[in-house]
């Protein structure tokens, strides 16, 4: 706010006399006036305090400011010395003395006044304007009876109604009237707002710098930032991969039946002719002594009328058609002792067993052709890659691909695609994902299960279009460009 529009709030202040507890208001005589004479607010009056106001504007330094308000204030208000006090180390004391280069903190005038900023200071009263007599301050060790400029105003300063650590006190001979004490208020709010606006001026161009250097930084990253993003770079891609083997034997069931007993465990290594699964078979072995037991019959039959033919022609005729029925229980028997020993599974590769856990399985229903087990070899794997539908982009046979393990974060294997499957399947989660079969170019090969991530790469583009694929990909799909 301009210190000419500062009027409003000092008009209400008011002077307490140390003399007496006598208040007197600011703007007022004793008896009150009306208003204050007008002979002494003249134009020259005016123009002064405008000059005032212009030259502490221009100023840049804090003590030119109070050596100005302490010499050049003299030519307006009614005054023999004017002191500006400000507030060092949380004490108010005298600054400035007009007229004066150095202020000797020894001298009388001083010592009473900073002795009776102290005294007001303590009562908390310094944010109020006083007017006392400066031979009745109670200040111990001075004497200033016989001092002729007694009568003296401390004007506090006030910033945004606040009081702002600093004020002026004016000493004269004369009493002040009230022209001096509006003048007074006047200059004490053009002091503090001018040293407001100077204590802000480093701080705005500070802050105007900092601005500035904050814009400059923000240009050079977003140059940097373009840059960056016009760096070529090949496309790739991540997908979830596992280490699968390649052209397993899987082990099926050969007949319906209920898997007693699994003679391997998961990673074992067999040998061909090694057992490995043996079904249920106390239903085949029933069925076995059925048709052993019927084939005795048939047997023992046709053996009576083999004996009979021999005295008679009738019971050769039987005997033709016992001799079929033998043949045929003889049938049934052999294919139930052959059903028996196929209950009992054995390895016909070399090769590591996968099973997963066995526990799952023993006990289970199987139906003819139902995978039970695989036996892969361990010098074979290629790994499988499930690349989202999304993701596929035009990779062909022999594109280069990085397999991380989540169990080796340290170690990478290099691959490159055999071959991606022509139709999405439905995966966990609801998603469709292509398998993409990758040979590894590497002798030291990871095991069987191993899972981590894929990178497959792609063709060279501009980092951007690698960042921003997939958005630019659904903005163009949602607005059907």
């Not at 007993?261 to 699964?277: A, K, N, T």
């Not at 036996?375 to 790994?383: N, T, Y």
């Amino acid at each position: 706010m301009h210190p000419m529009r500062a009027r409003g709030h000092f008009g209400k202040a008011q002077l307490q006399s140390k003399s007496g507890s006598e208040t007197v208001p600011i703007g007022r005589s004793k008896p009150p006036a009306t208003s204050p004479p007008q002979s002494r607010l003249n134009a020259t009056v005016v123009t002064t305090l405008l000059d005032i106001e212009s030259a502490a504007i221009a100023l840049t330094k804090p003590d030119e400011l109070d050596f100005l308000f302490a010499n050049e204030a003299r030519r307006i208000i009614n005054a023999d010395l004017i002191f500006c006090a400000s507030t060092r180390s949380d004490q108010l004391e005298i600054a400035v003395v007009s007229g004066v280069a150095n202020v000797d903190p020894t001298s009388p005038v001083v010592s009473i006044l900073n002795g009776w900023l102290k005294s007001v200071q303590k009562e908390h009263a310094q944010h109020k304007p006083h007017e006392f007599d400066l031979t009745k301050t109670g200040v111990a060790g001075c004497d200033l009876q016989d001092y002729a400029a007694r009568h003296a105003i401390w004007q506090p300063t006030h910033v945004h109604g606040e009081f702002s650590d600093r004020g002026l006190i004016f000493i004269s001979s004369k009493p002040f009237d009230d022209a001096d004490r509006l003048l007074a208020q006047r200059l004490a709010a053009l002091y503090g707002y001018t040293h407001q606006m100077l204590a802000l001026r480093p701080k705005r161009a500070k802050e105007r710098s900092a601005r500035g250097r904050k814009w400059m930084w923000r240009g050079l990253i977003a140059a940097a930032v373009l840059t960056i993003l016009c760096v070529p770079v090949p496309l790739t891609v991540s997908a979830p991969a596992e280490v699968t083997p390649r052209d397993p034997f899987i082990v099926t069931s050969s007949l319906d039946g209920v898997i007693e007993d699994i003679f391997v465990r998961e990673s074992q290594p067999v040998q061909i002719g090694d057992r490995l699964v043996k079904l249920d078979t106390t239903a085949l072995e029933n069925r076995f002594d059925v048709a052993k037991n019927a084939f005795e019959v048939a047997d023992a039959r046709v053996r009576q009328l083999q004996q009979k033919s021999l005295i008679g022609a009738e019971e050769s005729e039987d005997l033709e058609l016992f001799e079929i029925e033998r043949q045929l229980k003889q049938v049934e028997t052999n294919y139930a002792r052959s059903l028996i020993a196929r209950a009992n599974v054995s390895a016909e590769i070399a090769g590591q067993v996968i099973i997963g856990n066995r526990n799952d399985l023993v006990g289970s229903p199987v139906v003819v052709g139902q995978k039970i087990l695989t036996i892969a070899d361990p010098s074979k794997v290629e790994v499988t890659i499930a690349l989202s539908a999304s993701d596929l982009l035009s990779f062909e046979k022999g594109t280069p691909v990085e397999l991380y393990l989540d169990a080796e974060p340290f170690k990478s294997y290099a691959a490159t695609i055999d071959h991606i499957s022509y139709e999405a399947t439905p995966r966990e989660g609801g998603a469709y994902a292509h398998d993409v079969i990758a040979s590894l170019k590497t002798s030291d090969l990871p095991r069987f299960g191993a899972r981590g991530v894929a990178k497959v790469r792609g063709d060279t583009v501009p980092l951007a279009v690698h960042l921003f694929r997939r958005p630019i990909t659904a903005i163009r799909q949602w607005l059907g460009m």
